[in-house]
């Protein structure tokens, strides 16, 4: 149980394209979604926070109108990098709670690895 | 904001060699996971572990709240642990269940 799925795992863009990536709880419904980035041989950084049927909340320095995220059901949550740039290429990871209030885990999904050429 | 440091950063054992992963965070907590993230970037649940103490199989954690630290400890390792151990905390008076994430421990086991 608990499992989250992402698509696509990897994708190659050319620059100032934009690209989207679904995040989808399979078995459970995810009040709560998580996004973030993962540059090489670093950590992860949270990035937003979204919750179903509301607007995200975006992390300090995280540009909103550059990451727009979507959480429209409670089993999927989207990402759009608009007008991608090559600093923008990183491995973007989602993370989905299983329950809302009390304490609770993250799920996380497999990753895509974002590169703009 | 919260600080999570992991030690040691790096860490080579020999196939069957136990070992103790450190996590220290600067501020009380409400939550706290311990993943292993695989060489393909997948991150794998360990334990949920606000406090006390868990097993499972060779891995066991255990984290006093009280003192600002969590432990994972492996033992008799095989290579298929080797990949990164994170601890992630979720900061109180946060307003979500966010997690903010410790700087990792790069782990090789030798066959």
């Known amino acids: 149980g608990a499992v989250v799925s992402q698509h696509p795992s990897w994708v190659i863009c050319k620059s100032g394209t934009s690209v989207k990536i679904e995040c989808r709880s399979l078995d459970f419904q995810a009040t709560t979604m998580f996004w973030y980035r993962q540059f090489p041989k670093q950590s992860l950084m949270l990035m937003a926070t979204?919750?179903?049927?509301?607007?995200?909340?975006?992390e300090q320095g995280v540009e909103k109108d550059k990451f727009l995220i979507n959480h429209a059901s409670l089993t999927l949550s989207t990402l759009t990098v608009t007008s991608a740039h090559p600093e923008d290429s990183s491995f973007y990871i989602c993370?989905?709670?299983?329950?809302?209030?009390?304490?609770?885990?993250?799920?996380f999904g497999p990753g895509t690895r974002l590169t703009v050429t | 904001g919260i600080q999570v440091e992991q030690s040691p950063p790096d860490l080579i054992l020999q196939e069957g060699a136990n070992s103790t992963l450190r996590c220290n965070f600067s501020?009380?907590?409400?939550?706290l996971q311990w993943f292993h993230q695989n060489p393909w970037g997948q991150l794998i649940n360990l334990f949920y572990?606000?406090?006390g103490t868990k097993q499972n199989g060779r891995l066991s954690a255990t984290t006093v709240a009280t003192e600002r630290y969590s432990l994972l400890y492996i033992s008799s390792s095989q290579t298929t642990d080797s990949g990164v151990y994170f601890c992630a905390v979720g900061p109180p008076r946060s307003g979500t269940y966010k997690y903010i994430f410790g700087t990792g421990t790069r782990l090789k086991v030798l066959a």
């Open positions: 572990i606000p406090s």
């Open positions: 979204s919750n179903e049927g509301s607007k995200a909340t975006y």
């Open positions: 501020d009380s907590v409400n939550n």
């Open positions: 993370s989905a709670s299983l329950l809302a209030g009390g304490p609770i885990e993250q799920y």
